[in-house]
């Protein structure tokens, strides 16, 4: 992944690493990137060892995010198990020119058992995987950051969106994705979704509609039940909303016109 950054067409004028828990030789292959690149810089960060799908990773993020020394015009989070396209953040620049553009970045392509790099998208087409989100420094200041919280990756957009920002894939842009989608996320993965159902206030209606689909995407019925599950504990617990009232009316507009626009 370093070696693919430091390769692009276009250099980033700042990258912080940010090594959480590792065990194996990640840590020295960041002090060689960093003894031969004045603009790479790393950091050790001590999380929980649980793998917590969405807080784990934000939580790493916004530490590194802290540790930022360069202004910038475009920030990008960036996962480690990734290789970018040569000319990934010169694509990007050009992108950001227009100011309406919040969010950006292109698609994640997984090897299957063939060795054959394919589409790995199970989400909305306009929808930017985690691992490569872009964002311009007007939007990131206006979403207030990204939440250390699973359904980050979509509060994220609908934010964006709310606050009157596109977002914007690029499918010119292949990422290759070392490891599959979700692999290493413990059995609560699920119900932890559900729960993000919840507080970004879809609603349960939505959220049985929404995990229908995801169950019918990865052929589980288990995975419903769980989804169900983990919004129906997050309503009895009455877990912190994401989303303020407007926003959350908003969230669920755009989806029921997503619905009905797939249903015409």
């Not at 985690?130 to 957009?157: F, H, N, Q, R, V």
């Not at 709310?162 to 290493?184: D, I, S």
Request: hydrophobic share 40%; aromatic share 12%; charged share 25%.
């Amino acid at each position: 992944m370093l070696q693919t950054i430091c390769e692009q067409t276009v250099l980033a004028s700042e990258i912080l690493l940010v090594n959480d828990n590792s065990t194996d030789g990640t840590e020295a292959i960041m002090q060689s990137f960093t003894s031969k690149h004045k603009n790479i810089k790393y950091f050790n960060h001590n999380s929980s060892k649980e793998h917590l799908p969405g807080t784990k990773v934000i939580e790493a993020f916004l530490f590194g995010f802290k540790k930022l020394k360069s202004p910038f015009d475009v920030i990008v989070k960036m996962d480690a198990d990734i290789l970018l396209p040569k000319n990934y953040f010169e694509v990007l620049i050009n992108v950001f020119k227009d100011k309406k553009i919040g969010i950006a970045g292109g698609f994640c392509y997984e090897k299957d058992s063939q060795g054959i790099w394919k589409l790995n998208h199970p989400m909305d087409p306009n929808h930017v995987r985690g691992a490569i989100k872009a964002y311009s420094k007007k939007c990131y200041s206006k979403i207030g950051g990204l939440i250390p919280a699973m359904g980050w990756d979509t509060a994220d957009e609908f934010l964006a969106l709310y606050f009157g920002f596109e977002v914007k894939t690029l499918f010119n842009l292949h990422v290759k994705h070392l490891r599959p989608l979700g692999a290493g996320y413990n059995l609560k993965a699920d119900e932890l979704q559900g729960a993000a159902f919840y507080v970004l206030r879809y609603g349960r209606t939505l959220t049985f509609l929404a995990s229908l689909k995801n169950a019918i995407l990865k052929k589980s019925i288990l995975s419903f039940l769980k989804l169900m599950k983990g919004y129906q504990k997050a309503k009895r617990k009455q877990q912190p909303f994401l989303v303020d009232l407007d926003q959350g009316k908003f969230i669920r507009t755009y989806r029921w016109n997503k619905i009905l626009k797939i249903r015409g």
